[in-house]
């Protein structure tokens, strides 16, 4: 089993930055790609940012230029550093890894527990 740990979310005021972490543990061969997705109330969940493995990003248009996404292999992390946010950013966010359990196995996507993150104005 692999499990997600989700950290960072809150409240900040517009303009503001905040840094949201997922941990995974468990039974990890490795990971492809890692993610971040939003849901606002009311709203589909959407793919916030994404990065590959070999670590190639790929960002929503809504958030390009002030969020970036970084991970670290070798703790099992992906980070989503997020500036100059705006009221609009106000979402649960959710982490999405495809983890490799054992190797030549196909992957398996877990999800995080979400992190609110809110956003005054």
């Known amino acids: 089993q692999v499990q997600l740990v989700e950290s960072g979310g809150g409240l900040v005021q517009a303009g503001g930055s905040l840094r949201l972490s997922c941990a995974a543990s468990?039974?990890?061969?490795?990971?492809?790609?890692m993610g971040w997705y939003r849901q606002a109330p009311g709203k589909q969940r959407e793919l916030v940012a994404a990065i590959t493995s070999g670590g190639s990003t790929n960002y929503a248009d809504s958030v390009k230029g002030r969020f970036t996404i970084s991970r670290d292999n070798a703790k099992n992390t992906v980070s989503l550093q997020m500036n100059s946010l705006k009221p609009e950013d106000t979402a649960v966010y959710y982490c999405?890894?495809?983890?490799?359990?054992?190797?030549?196995?196909?992957?398996?996507?877990?999800w995080g527990q979400g992190t609110q993150v809110t956003v005054s104005s």
């Open positions: 468990g039974s990890i061969s490795s990971i492809n790609a």
């Open positions: 999405a890894l495809d983890v490799i359990t054992r190797v030549a196995m196909p992957p398996t996507s877990y």
